[in-house]
């Protein structure tokens, strides 16, 4: 049985998963520890839905196995239902209901008594601060409440592993801020996440780790910062007015040995450095005896947008993939 601290909450051993002949999952494997959020990360289509779907028993993989908290998803899916929450990527509260009364009904549903379902409700309501809304119907929520009200319901039976599955698309910066705080409170309070997400910035603030995905299996995993060094960071510099750009190209391709970027309107250079470690005076250096004068130059580290590119080669970034 799961013990926690002793092993990971979440495991997955070459999942493999075919809808005729797409390939979805092709030998994915993961280990999530409890008490973390677990961001997963891939372009539409490379596996991240089936992976929910395979982990919460609403899909049987074809090969390869699972467990969530000691439980096996595939032999024992009650025990594992038992033990997670899922808010998939549509709302799935009644809009007709009000914000307390979707909660208990949620409850009841749990098999709560009713008098259990209502205090677990009110409990919910305050502390994801929803109580001002409670009795309204949810018709009249902002789209960020009804997201924040559909992750509560996640939250009825106290889950151990909440599975998120794109739970900020289309949601304005404010709501998207809402969500994100009360992810970090659930994590506070013990429960595992697992997230689903287009929005790189997203994983980027709220993810202890990182599995990017792609072709249904797992290419690159680490937090956020092992990540960007894979790729390492890039060196800009702004040429003076009167400098030569296209020569200053030229010079920072031959100092990192890489094909630079220029922006002309904004007299820019900007160079991968990769691995290769190069000093800010280094540069100026030698820059300035190649006759280029330097108005700013500055170190950058790479985004996550940057690291997705790289990693799967894909030429725009995942929250525009949809498009």
Known sequence: MYAPGHQPIVVAEGLRKRFGETEALSGLNLSIPAGTVYGLLGPNGAGKSTTIRVLTTLTKPDAGRAWIAGCDVATQPGEVRRRIGLAGQHAAVDQELTGRENLWMFGRLFHLTGK???????????????????DRQVRTYSGGMRRRLDVIASLIIRPAVLFL????????????????DAVRTLVAGGTTVLLTTQYLDEADQLAHKIAVIDTGRVIA??????????????????????????????AMAEIARAAPDVDPDERRVSVATGSATLSLPDVLRWLNMAGIEVADIGRRTPTLDEVFLTLTHRTQPVAEARA
């Open 116 to 134: 259990q379902a209502a205090r677990r409700a009110a409990e919910l309501l305050e502390q994801f601060d929803l109580t001002h809304a409670a």
């Open 221 to 250: 995993e680490g937090t956020p910062a092992q990540l960007k060094s894979r790729i390492g960071g890039r060196l800009d510099v702004v040429v003076a007015p009167t400098a030569d750009l296209m020569r200053a190209a030229r």
């Open 165 to 180: 599955d794109e739970p900020t698309t289309g949601l304005d910066p404010r709501s998207r801020n809402e969500i994100w």
